[in-house]
């Protein structure tokens, strides 16, 4: 399976929040945005209230935001570049704006109270003939808690480099399309929200977590560059029983503490390429029990977007390597009973769960799986059960002594680099510590459908060996004697070299033993050693030769002896013959 960079599909993730809608448009049908100069707000903050005009106790900032809203278009309240009149665009480089996290506090010039934003959204004015209503804001601080709990939000809502001052209330509540783009938000609360188009937070940062769970996300869900903490010693983000109808974009995500997906819906693909989710108190980084994922899941490297600094200079030329980022899993993966239409996806990964902790994948479903991170995770990995199309690995992919593969099937196996079977074998033994017949059968199975006949005939013939240990010591005695004589049946050549042995040392027997007496007095053929050894050891075919002599003493055990191990030899030899004949014996 090929591997793609983060902008293969849906853009570049820096800007992912605004290249996956409209970023200045918002509901379908809107017409050109324009941003509200501040002038014309401070002039509407004048005016006596009426039907037309905001409500008389707002700031002027908050009058100039409630215009923008009725107009459609973007309240920019960012610094502009060298005191220019234009704002500056969302994001723009060189604007002098203060980092989102951290720096000093924004001034009331920049404040809006969160109060008139519910206002706005939950009871929006109409908007101006001709105009789609829309909240754009950009640059501003929201000070107390924006609750919008159990409400119905109709307008489109995108906020850009704002600050919350404290966190975002949303369970229940009910919406179209919502993006916060660079945003510093202390923590959001959206338990049960129901979004009919997407839901945007790309590069934003959320020190207190984020609550989704039982969400609907009727589009995608876009957290590319988002960085979540888990300063309450909770779940960093809550999603269990988040239902998303299409994708879920989550490149280059920086998580501290558990990201929770348990019995999650995804329609499309889950991205995690370049992720990086650390745990250092609880026992999941990663726990995704019971989730599914309509296409593919992605635990990969991403490509980082370029520096700003470097676009035209340094980081132009900058290798890709040079700026991309393994998906790191510091903490327990779990992906139990997960389902997944096309594949998962473990490429240049780094996987370090903690003392016991495990990379588990039980009773998983996909077409493939191609596990081949970066290095061997340092815990154990579990596929127990899991029912896949296809696996792709490497000699570095697994964790030495540190594997189950009990009750794991797949159709097709294959490597992305130079895997010897011997290699191969000691990989299945070491992942199946008690003998484990179908764990043997299974690799041949696999091994066959992918044309390596004789590389099946040596795992089945590995199996018989792995089999012998477990066996009573007259079990393993007789094992013995079938490997060193005819390899269990799956070496024909070895009955072949043994009965030419037999032959040639009943040959020299019978030459030094002398002319035996004759059966029949009437009857006396030619004495042959030769022709008499070989009678003996080739059942079924009469040379005139066996029935001809009476042997007495110990050339008698010795004829015996020689019949026997002349069926013996051919039967396992046809046996042989047979397996090298018939595909899928």
């Known amino acids: 399976m090929s591997e793609q960079g983060p902008g293969a599909e849906g853009g570049d993730p820096a800007a992912g929040g605004a290249q996956r809608g409209p970023v200045q448009g918002g509901a379908p049908g809107a017409q050109a945005v324009r941003s509200v100069p501040a002038a014309e707000g401070a002039q509407a903050a004048e005016e006596p209230r009426g039907d037309g005009g905001p409500p008389s106790d707002w700031s002027a900032v908050e009058a100039r935001m409630w215009r923008a809203f009725r107009t459609g278009g973007v309240c920019d309240l960012r610094p502009r570049r060298g005191g220019g009149a234009g704002p500056e665009s969302p994001g723009s480089p060189g604007s002098g704006d203060e980092p989102v996290e951290g720096g000093p506090r924004w001034p009331a010039a920049r404040t809006v109270?969160?109060?008139?934003?519910?206002?706005?959204?939950?009871?929006?004015?109409?908007?101006?003939?001709?105009?789609?209503?829309?909240?754009?804001?950009?640059?501003?601080?929201?000070?107390?808690?924006?609750?919008?709990?159990?409400?119905?939000?109709?307008?489109?809502?995108?906020?850009?480099?704002?600050?919350?001052?404290?966190?975002?209330?949303?369970?229940?509540?009910?919406?179209g399309?919502?993006?916060?783009?660079?945003c510093l938000i202390p923590r959001l609360e959206a338990a049960r929200l129901q979004v009919a188009g997407d839901l945007h937070l790309p590069?934003?940062?959320?020190?207190?977590?984020?609550?989704?769970?039982?969400?609907?996300?009727?589009?995608?869900?876009?957290?590319?560059?988002?960085?979540?903490?888990?300063?309450r010693a909770r779940r960093a983000v809550a999603a269990d029983g988040l239902t998303v109808g299409q994708d879920v974009e989550a490149e280059l995500m920086d998580v501290t503490g558990e990201l929770s997906l348990r019995s999650a819906r995804i329609g499309g693909r889950l991205s995690l390429r370049g992720a990086a989710l650390r745990n250092?108190?609880?026992?999941?980084?990663?726990?995704a029990a019971r989730i599914s994922v309509e296409h593919t899941l992605y635990l990969s490297a991403a490509v980082r977007p370029a520096d700003r600094a470097g676009a035209g200079g340094r980081g132009a030329t900058a290798g890709a390597a040079a700026r991309s980022r393994d998906f790191v899993c510091d903490g327990a993966l779990r992906l139990d009973d997960g389902r997944f239409g096309n594949a998962i996806v473990v490429h240049r990964a780094r996987l370090t769960p903690h003392d016991q902790q495990q990379v588990s994948l039980r009773r998983v479903q996909a077409q493939e799986?191609?596990?081949?991170?970066?290095?061997?995770?340092?815990?154990?990995?579990?596929?127990?059960g899991a029912r896949l199309g296809g696996l792709v690995d490497n000699p570095r992919s697994w964790p030495p002594g540190r594997l189950s593969l009990t009750g794991l099937t797949y159709d097709t196996i294959s490597a992305r680099a130079d895997f010897p079977l011997a290699e191969r074998l000691a990989w299945l033994r070491a992942a199946t510590p008690e003998y484990a017949p179908e764990a043997y059968e299974r690799l041949a199975a696999a091994l066959r459908t992918g044309g390596e006949d004789a590389d099946a005939r040596e795992v089945l013939f590995a199996k018989q060996r792995r089999r012998r240990e477990s066996l009573p010591l007259a079990g393993r005695m007789w094992g013995w004697l079938q490997d060193v004589t005819v390899g269990y049946g799956y070496r024909p050549g070895r009955a072949a070299v043994w009965m030419a042995v037999l032959w040639a040392l009943g040959a020299v027997y019978f030459t030094l033993h002398g002319t035996p007496h004759p059966a029949d007095d009437g009857y006396r053929p030619h004495w042959s050693p030769a022709l008499y050894a070989l009678d003996l050891l080739l059942p079924v075919i009469d040379l005139g030769?066996?029935?001809?002599?009476?042997?007495?003493?110990?050339?008698?055990?010795?004829?015996?002896?020689?019949?026997?191990?002349?069926?013996?030899?051919?039967?396992?030899?046809?046996?042989?013959?047979?397996?090298?004949?018939?595909?899928?014996?």
């Open 113 to 175: 109270r969160a109060q008139a934003v519910a206002e706005l959204l939950l009871n929006p004015p109409p908007p101006e003939r001709g105009r789609v209503g829309a909240l754009r804001l950009a640059g501003a601080r929201v000070s107390g808690s924006l609750m919008l709990a159990g409400g119905t939000v109709v307008p489109y809502v995108q906020f850009d480099d704002c600050r919350f001052d404290e966190e975002l209330v949303m369970p229940e509540c009910s919406a």
């Open 177 to 182: 399309s919502m993006r916060f783009v660079r």
């Open 203 to 231: 590069q934003c940062v959320i020190p207190g977590g984020i609550r989704l769970s039982d969400a609907n996300i009727g589009s995608d869900l876009l957290i590319n560059q988002l960085t979540v903490r888990d300063e």
């Open 280 to 287: 250092p108190r609880g026992a999941f980084a990663l726990n």
């Open 369 to 384: 799986l191609c596990f081949t991170p970066q290095q061997p995770p340092t815990g154990r990995v579990v596929l127990t």
């Open 545 to 585: 030769q066996d029935n001809a002599w009476r042997m007495a003493g110990a050339a008698q055990w010795v004829t015996s002896a020689m019949t026997l191990l002349g069926w013996v030899l051919a039967t396992t030899a046809a046996a042989g013959a047979s397996r090298l004949l018939r595909r899928g014996s």
